[in-house]
Nanobody, 115 residues
């Protein structure tokens, strides 16, 4: 089963950008369906985006037009570009990989947006 690790979180100001990474432990990661979720403090986890191996994407209305998925198969990495962030985007962002061998979750990376 592929393990995934997120990185790239940090503190940013409203209106600025941030790029998160999700790195898979094996080449099979590139054939998995990759989803991003986020969870604000004391709030339920929210699905925000999914990337299929062929390049198709889907975004939640709350982030569509501001967040963008991409991938680099040579690096076993999926990226989530966060643009025009606002304080409502403050949360722990987690990467999920789903393949024939099951589903893996990363530990998450924290994004804090100041007003």
């Amino acid at each position: 089963q592929v393990q995934v690790v997120e990185s790239g979180g940090g503190l940013v100001q409203s209106g600025e950008s941030l790029k998160l990474s999700c790195v898979g432990s094996e080449d099979s990661f590139n054939g998995d369906i990759i989803s991003w979720h986020r969870q604000a403090p004391e709030k339920a986890r929210e699905w925000i985006a999914t990337l299929w191996p062929g390049g198709a994407t889907m975004y939640a209305p709350s982030v569509k037009g501001r967040f963008t998925l991409s991938r680099d198969d040579a690096k076993n990495t999926v990226y989530l570009q966060l643009d025009s962030v606002n304080p409502d985007d403050t949360a722990v962002y987690s990467c999920q990989g789903t393949g024939d061998d099951g589903t893996s979750w990363g530990q998450g990376t924290r994004v804090t947006v100041s007003s």
